[in-house]
């Protein structure tokens, strides 16, 4: 070897370490980035350039094809820190193609809040949040999915599909459940008062007036108040028109009395008219 040789070999290029490969990263066009991101021997190269990426197709291809499940966690957090910085939308996602429940993976990378609960609050039908309940990845998605179900039939079905498996979701379902349930034993209970009610009101129409019969109309037009919203038409046409038998017969003793009430005033009048007459004379 020639003493050129030598002092040439010292200064041959020495291999770039990973950490400097890496930096190299922010220096190249986006091209480049999408060349390494999609074909580069280097999983770490691979996911330094994704998390340069822009938003376009590859990026959402990246995070939805492929079977490298790392390589798809990496485009699926460059999407959410896309989300955070408000360089994207849900909406654009949905635009392009980018289904509900994948939506749902990116977001559990986002690190700002709320993001969950505003992909949930969207115009999901119960199917979906039902398919999110069962196959949620996180937890708060799941339970998030099930507080919004409101469907009975739905819900009957999760408790069903989750008992001994998803202690959360189930727990959430069935108290739903049982929610259901009470409103429908409170309504039965209702129906029955109203049941009676009617009952009470055609016996105290045909009632012969007393001292009472007054203040028993006016509790049963309170309670009547009370009720009339859960009342069929057929029982609303029975209380109303029994109702109205009570005031017509309240309103024919009213009559009586201030005709009763006229009469002795003309009596009185007539009286004394009289009284004025003699003393004249």
């Not at 179900?149 to 069935?174: F, H, P, R």
Request: hydrophobic fraction near 45%; include cysteine.
């Amino acid at each position: 070897m020639t003493v050129l040789s030598r002092i040439l070999g010292n200064f041959k290029t020495k291999p770039k370490t990973p950490e400097e490969q890496l930096a190299d990263l922010a220096q190249l066009p986006m091209s480049s980035l999408i060349e390494i991101a999609v074909a580069d021997e280097s999983v770490a190269q691979r996911l330094g350039a994704i998390a340069r990426l822009d938003y376009d197709p590859t990026l959402i291809a990246l995070a939805f094809e492929g079977a490298l499940t790392g390589i798809q966690q990496g485009a699926r957090r460059r999407l959410a820190a896309l989300l955070d910085n408000g360089l994207i939308t849900l909406e654009q996602l949905s635009a392009d193609g980018v289904e509900p429940l994948a939506q749902l993976a990116v977001v559990g990378f986002c690190e700002q809040d709320g993001w969950l609960e505003r992909l949930l609050n969207a115009s999901f039908d119960e199917t979906l949040l039902y398919q999110i309940a069962i196959e949620g990845v996180s937890a708060r998605a799941r339970q998030l999915a099930v507080e919004r179900i409101e469907d009975e039939n739905v819900l009957n079905q999760l408790l069903k599909a989750t008992k001994g498996k998803d202690k959360l979701v189930y727990k959430v379902a069935k108290a739903k459940c049982d929610g259901f349930r009470e409103r429908d034993q409170r309504a039965a209970e209702t129906q029955v008062e109203i049941a009676h009610l009617c009952q009470r009101v055609d016996a105290h129409s045909k009632r012969a007036f007393d001292p009472f019969f007054a203040t028993q109309s006016a509790q049963l037009q309170a309670k009547w108040s009370l009720l009339k919203h859960a009342a069929d038409a057929q029982a609303t046409a029975r209380v109303e028109q029994g109702l109205l038998v009570c005031q017509q017969t309240l309103d024919a003793v009213l009559q009586q009395q201030a005709d009763l009430v006229a009469q002795e005033v003309a009596a009185l009048k007539a009286v004394e008219a009289q009284g004025l007459l003699i003393e004249q004379l």
